[in-house]
């Protein structure tokens, strides 16, 4: 099974709230990812997880905070975001870290809108 | 430096033509080279990868890529399109240029299918 599911499907938000994004797989994966998509773009790279431990931070806002549970779940918690922060967020994983060996598994993502 | 490029943002194909979808990349190591496909509001599903196997690739649903290192290419081909097909479609290159191998996305074809 190459499943990774994420919840919610769709989230709308004020520019105060507080919400977060799940992201699950069963796949003994040990990275863990979560991308940033606008329309009609490619998605960008905003988290790397690998073994549970933030592995790569793309620069992206403190707005954003990332969590890794364990090994199945990551987790993205939203605060005081932007409408500009309205996208498509994908997460992924692979087997391991290094993408140019081990094909990314992608989920459906979360659209999120700020209002 | 990896990179990609995605010679056509938009392909319209009739139902039961061939679809050719072309990739050059870049790269400075020996790629690893993917197509994923995503449809409307969707997550990203791999069809193929390439890891320096055989240079012609087989993936899901029809569709196959072939690897042509003198020519930087890894263009993907179907013989027959299907209205399913209509999707957008990412050519990725990964390879050593950082210790992880970062995806690195083209900008994306999208393919129209009419009957």
């Known amino acids: 099974d190459t499943e990774v599911t994420q919840t919610p499907k769709h989230l709308v938000m004020g520019m105060t709230n507080k919400k977060s994004l799940k992201c699950e797989q069963h796949?003994?994966?040990?990275?863990m990812y979560w991308y940033k998509q606008k329309a009609k773009k490619p998605p960008e790279l905003m988290f790397v997880?690998?073994?549970?431990?933030?592995?790569i931070n793309e620069s992206v806002p403190s707005r954003f905070s990332p969590e890794c549970p364990n090994s199945s779940l990551l987790n993205l918690h939203l605060h005081a975001l932007q409408p500009e922060d309205s996208a498509l967020y994908l997460c992924?994983?692979?087997?391991?870290?290094?993408?140019?060996?081990?094909?990314?598994?992608f989920g459906p993502g979360t659209r999120l809108t700020v209002t | 430096a990896q990179s990609v490029t995605q010679l056509d943002s938009h392909v319209s194909v009739s139902e039961g033509t061939p679809v050719l979808l072309r990739c050059n990349y870049s790269?400075?190591?020996?790629?690893?080279l993917f197509w994923y496909v995503q449809h409307p509001n969707k997550g990203l599903q791999l069809l193929l990868k390439?890891?320096?196997?055989?240079?012609l690739v087989k993936g899901i649903n029809g569709f196959e890529a072939e690897f042509k290192k003198s020519e930087t290419s890894f263009h993907l081909t179907k013989p027959s399109a299907h209205m399913s097909d209509a999707a957008e479609y990412f050519c990725?290159?990964?390879?050593?240029?950082?210790?992880?191998?970062?995806?690195?996305f083209g900008a994306g074809t999208q393919v129209v299918v009419t009957p």
């Open positions: 990725v290159v990964s390879d050593r240029t950082d210790s992880w191998g970062k995806l690195q």
């Open positions: 997880y690998s073994y549970e431990k933030l592995s």
């Open positions: 790269s400075s190591y020996s790629p690893s």
């Open positions: 992924a994983s692979s087997q391991e870290e290094t993408s140019f060996v081990y094909e990314q598994y």
């Open positions: 390439y890891t320096s196997a055989a240079t």
């Open positions: 796949m003994g994966h040990r990275a």
